[in-house]
């Protein structure tokens, strides 16, 4: 296998599991026909926006300020924290990407779902606590902590922003295609509902909203996904060996079911590709900022350490699904066009986890898994919606415009504007979106979390030395370079723009922007030889002294 | 905050002690995440025979499936381990030379 095929191939595989619904969105939606009404489906996504309206109505009488609205005052518990952690970071494309990926790759799928998992003990070992310790409400509060405000904040809330309209405008589109699928309804119909929706946790209930939805989501992602990999793995006596020798006679892979195949074969994009994932997660606004909603650093660590768990957890639920599948769904003819086993599958790839739930469960089963997955939707885009706002209203608003006179109420009424502003652009983009493979906005917002944020973050919690004019060379030449290089890979260069060839042959940006923006920030600092940078060097010790014990760091409000 | 309470803070022998100890402690884990996953990944990439030999004679337990439930399991345990020395030991020394630097400010 050329590089070229491998990378594209690695890219897809990137784009299907990082990628909260780019899979969908990307060349398995184009086979999405509308189905029939699904009316189990659509019944039980009705309890659930009806259970999330009531908890917005109770979060709406306790987002009174905007310490409420950000971070729901603080006042999260390390486990809820947990589940809302887990929740950000397991997407609908976890669920239906990862077990496509099984049934399709076998025992690859399970060593990717392992480097998904493994940039969590290395965000609680390096970053965790000290987030907490230094920053309030958003991630942008920390790289500014000694630095100039104007300057730094512009610089990370612009690449925040970006982040999450590319990530928003992908769920959309996936949204969008997964909701003609499962329910039936019509594609705008389904933006309008999310788009709606998603105004209505934010606007009303705040972090507070936010986070319930999230749990709640949480809680039904893993009640349905082991449920249906119980179910599943009981028809084989909850034998693996049984389950395998069956799949291996079956699939395929043959042996090769449980042997590496090419997924992770180069090295060099292998472990790039574990470090633009790990990096990328640490770098998403709408995750970091889930860190402030806990009351001290002792409940951030604790968060992670749920999150981490739940994560493992459901990978390997999802492997039983995967491997149950092959099985269950690739043998019955009733989830094949034209009932032919092995040839397309209804619905795309990604309706095996679909298919599954229908075999072992029947209608009822496979309506509440298609209600989780919208669910899992709708509770994403409030919480990357959030984190637009935050970085609109508390960035650039409330610190770079107004210089911290705006009143908490002004800004609290500005946070809603941005809310529904980007609902509204969320909505429209996905609407103009409809028809494009959107898969490279999801390499766009990981690689620009990876190459603009997360740099700039680590180098001034750990680095003195860091100055603003470093920041800055460094948030922006990473953003500039992380969005350049998608604009030339083949996803854009080619497939949207029409040209023959590619001229940056990779689709993920994160391994050659990152350096870059490392050495950007680490030149430009040591260079800077300017008064403001030596101040800006001797601020350090009191930053060190916060991050470190907490002292001075934003507790929780009273409730 | 006020500096000075930063400076008492700094000029703590416990607090460099705290500092220095969290710091290799956490670093120590680090590096057993990182090397045992990327080992694991090289393995992948240049053993894909060792990666898939199985693990008992007559058994589908590859090497493979086991290090990677293996690592699920460990980096989960490290993160515990992390969590309970890190909310125990390390925040009551942090508690004390907080309370410490607090007095001698008054």
Redesign the interface.
């Known amino acids: 296998m050329t590089i070229r095929a491998l990378s594209t191939r690695l890219a897809a595989a990137l784009a299907l599991a990082a990628a909260p619904l780019a899979a969908l969105a990307g060349p398995a939606v184009e086979a999405t026909t509308k189905q029939p009404l699904n009316l189990h489906a659509i019944g039980m996504f009705f309890v659930f926006v009806l259970l999330t309206l009531g908890i917005t109505y109770w979060a709406a009488s306790r987002t009174k300020s905007t310490a409420d609205f950000y971070t729901a005052g603080g006042g999260i518990t390390g486990f809820q924290n947990g589940l809302a952690i887990a929740g950000d970071y397991m997407s609908a494309a976890t669920l239906l990407g990862l077990t496509a990926m099984m049934y399709m790759q076998g025992v690859d799928a399970y060593i990717y779902m392992l480097s998904f998992f493994v940039g969590w003990p290395i965000i609680l070992f390096l970053m965790a606590e000290r987030l907490r310790n230094l920053g309030k409400f958003t991630f942008a509060d920390i790289t500014s902590y000694r630095l100039n405000q104007g300057k730094v904040r512009t610089m990370a809330a612009v690449s925040s922003l970006v982040v999450v309209c590319f990530y928003l405008v992908a769920q959309m589109v996936g949204a969008g295609q997964l909701i003609k699928l499962l329910f039936g309804l019509d594609y705008t119909v389904a933006l309008f509902v999310v788009g709606a929706l998603m105004m209505v946790y934010v606007t009303f209930g705040g972090m507070v909203a936010t986070t319930w939805v999230q749990i709640i989501k949480a809680c039904m992602l893993l009640i349905g996904g082991t449920t249906v990999a119980v179910l599943g793995f009981s028809q084989f006596g909850f034998s693996f060996e049984e389950l395998t020798n069956r799949a291996m006679e079956i699939h395929r892979l043959g042996v090769n079911l449980l042997a590496p195949g090419s997924l992770l074969a180069d090295p060099v994009t292998a472990i790039s590709l574990g470090l633009g994932l790990m990096f990328g997660t640490a770098g998403l606004p709408h995750i970091l900022m889930r860190f402030f909603t806990v009351t001290d650093a002792k409940e951030a660590r604790k968060s992670v350490l749920f999150a981490s768990g739940i994560v493992a957890y459901f990978f390997n639920v999802i492997a039983i699904m995967g491997l149950c599948a092959i099985l269950i769904v690739g043998t019955n003819p009733q989830f094949f066009e034209g009932g032919e086993v092995g040839g397309k599958v209804i619905g795309g790839g990604n309706m095996i986890a679909m298919h599954l739930a229908q075999a072992v469960g029947g209608n009822l089963l496979l309506g509440f898994l298609s209600a989780v997955a919208f669910a899992t939707i709708l509770a994403v885009v409030a919480g990357l919606a959030l984190a637009g706002a935050s970085a609109i209203s508390h960035d650039i608003y409330s610190r770079v415009i107004m210089k911290g006179t705006a009143s908490e109420k002004t800004e609290l009424r500005v946070s809603k504007f941005a809310t529904i502003g980007l609902g509204v652009v969320a909505v429209l983009l996905g609407m103009a979106f409809e028809k494009m493979n959107i898969a490279f906005m999801v390499a766009l917002a990981f690689g620009v979390a990876a190459s603009a944020n997360f740099p700039v973050l680590i180098l001034s919690m750990y680095w003195k030395d860091l100055t603003t004019r470093g920041a800055l060379a460094g948030g922006y030449f990473g953003l500039f370079s992380a969005v350049a290089l998608v604009v030339l890979s083949k996803s854009v260069w080619v497939d949207v723009l029409g040209n023959a060839a590619p001229i940056f042959p990779y689709t993920q940006p994160a391994l050659f922007s990152m350096p870059l923006a490392f050495l950007a920030a680490i030149l430009v600092s040591l260079l800077d030889k300017s008064a403001e940078a030596q101040r800006e060097r001797q601020a350090f010790g009191d930053q060190y002294v916060r991050a470190q014990t907490g002292v001075g760091a934003a507790s929780a409000a009273a409730h | ?1 006020s ?1 000075s ?2 400076a008492h ?2 000029s703590n022998p416990r ?1 460099a002690e ?2 220095a100890r ?1 710091t290799r402690f ?2 120590t ?2 590096a057993i ?2 090397v045992i ?2 080992g ?3 393995m ?3 053993a ?2 060792l ?2 030999t199985r693990l008992f004679e007559g ?4 090497v ?2 086991a290090l ?2 293996l ?3 460990l ?2 345990v ?3 381990i ?2 309970r020395r ?2 125990g030991e390390f ?1 009551d020394l ?1 508690k004390e ?2 309370n410490a ?1 607090w007095r001698s400010e008054q």
């Open positions: 905050m500096s309470m930063y803070i700094r607090f705290l500092v969290r956490a670093v884990l680090s995440v990182l996953f990327y694991f990944v090289m992948v990439a240049f894909p025979d990666v898939a058994s589908n337990l590859t493979g499936i990677g439930l690592q699920f399991v980096f989960w490290l993160t515990l992390y969590v890190a909310n925040d942090n030379i907080v630097a």
